[in-house]
Nanobody, 118 residues
Framework: QVQLVESGGGLVQAGGSLRLSCAAS????????MGWFRQAPGKQRELVAS???????NYADSGKGRFTISRDNAKNTVYLQMNSLKPEDTAVYYC????????????WGQGTQVTVST
């Protein structure tokens, strides 16, 4: 089982940037596909971006051109660089890891709050 700890959230003005980090425990981080989701008040959790074990990335339309997901397997960490932030990006951002063998098994971090002010 992998444990995930997010950091880097905070309050930022519209147009600003934040870099979220997700540190994972365990020696097999490089075998997990990783991703970032977010959940705004009263809304369902939604995918923001994902990255495969070999570095292929996928983005929700809301973040294309503004967000970049990356991973550093040597540091057991996945990042989400968020630029040109908008008030509608305000949400709790969660890191996830998908089990490499057990399909459908997904681990979550505790979340980090991102608030974008006008």
């Amino acid at each position: 089982q992998v444990q995930l700890v997010e950091s880097g959230g905070g309050l930022v003005q519209a147009g600003g940037s934040l870099r979220l980090s997700c540190a994972a425990s365990g020696p097999t981080f490089n075998t997990y596909a990783m991703g970032w989701f977010r959940q705004a008040p009263g809304k369902q959790r939604e995918l923001v971006a994902s990255i495969t074990t070999d570095g292929r990335t996928n983005y929700a339309d809301s973040g294309k051109g503004r967000f970049t997901i990356s991973r550093d397997n040597a540091k057991n960490t996945v990042y989400l660089q968020m630029n040109s932030l908008k008030p509608e990006d305000t949400a709790v951002y969660y890191c996830n890891a998908d089990h490499p063998v057990l399909r459908g098994v997904r681990y979550w971090g505790q979340g980090t709050q991102v608030t974008v002010s006008t």
